[in-house]
């Protein structure tokens, strides 16, 4: 049973817009959520990531912002550049364990 | 520094055959995870070593073994591979309390 999901499988955006990745989870008792990025034949990197205890963390253009009432949580980029065409995985940590979605290909349109 | 290296990239096994995929971190990390990522699955984490000396189950651990060598090295064994195995594996490092989990490159495993 897929304690995080992302329903969303693929994502076109046009260069220099915001692109807007969404995630939804079960677990309440998820303490951490973490964003990573994957390119084609590399490992997933680390993105940016977000207390259970916060509604919004930024890190230059990205943003991740959490709804705990909503079990919802999602990564904004701005501008979004085609270097960010890539797979992105949204990810949930309850005692340093990860558990991931199914990710989101992106695609930055020139 | 290499970071997270695995050996093989690619491996392409018979039923039955066992093989042993190879994990090493010069970060001087505690913790280190192996996963597998499967078409619309996402990662899900088989075993994870909290320590040196140390190793436990994850989701899916069912069909593998691991062996957390020393600090630097933890390996995924596969003991009678099945086709339910072909998947591409990662295995990850973490330092003490810090959140975020380094990967390396992946082992692509194909069973026929």
């Known amino acids: 049973d897929q304690q995080v999901k992302q329903n969303s499988p693929s994502l076109s955006v046009q260069e220099g817009r915001i692109s807007i990745l969404n995630c939804d989870y079960t677990n309440s008792m998820f303490d951490y959520f973490l964003w990573y990025k994957k390119y084609p034949a590399e490992g997933p990197t680390f993105l940016i990531s977000i207390s259970s205890i916060k509604d919004k963390n930024e890190d230059g253009r990205f943003t991740v912002f959490l709804n705990k009432s909503a079990k919802h949580l999602s990564l904004h980029i701005v501008p979004s550049q085609p270097g960010d065409s890539a797979v992105y995985f949204c990810?949930?940590?309850?005692?340093?364990?990860?558990?991931f979605g199914a990710g989101t290909t992106v695609t930055v349109r020139a | 520094n290499a970071g997270v290296t695995q050996t093989p990239k690619f491996q392409v096994l018979k039923t039955g055959q066992s093989m042993t995929l190879q994990c090493a971190q010069d970060?001087?990390?505690?913790?280190m995870y192996w996963y597998r990522q499967d078409p619309g699955m996402g990662l899900r984490l088989i075993y994870y070593?909290?320590?040196?000396?140390?190793?436990d189950k994850g989701e899916v651990p069912n069909g593998y073994n691991v062996s957390r060598l020393n600090k630097r090295e933890f390996s995924l064994r596969l003991e009678s591979a099945a086709p339910s195995q072909t998947s591409v594996y990662f295995c990850a490092s973490r330092r003490r309390g810090y959140l975020g989990q380094y990967f390396g490159p992946g082992t692509r495993l194909t069973v026929t």
């Open positions: 070593s909290a320590s040196e000396g140390t190793t």
């Open positions: 990810a949930a940590s309850k005692d340093y364990k990860l558990s």
């Open positions: 970060m001087n990390h505690n913790s």
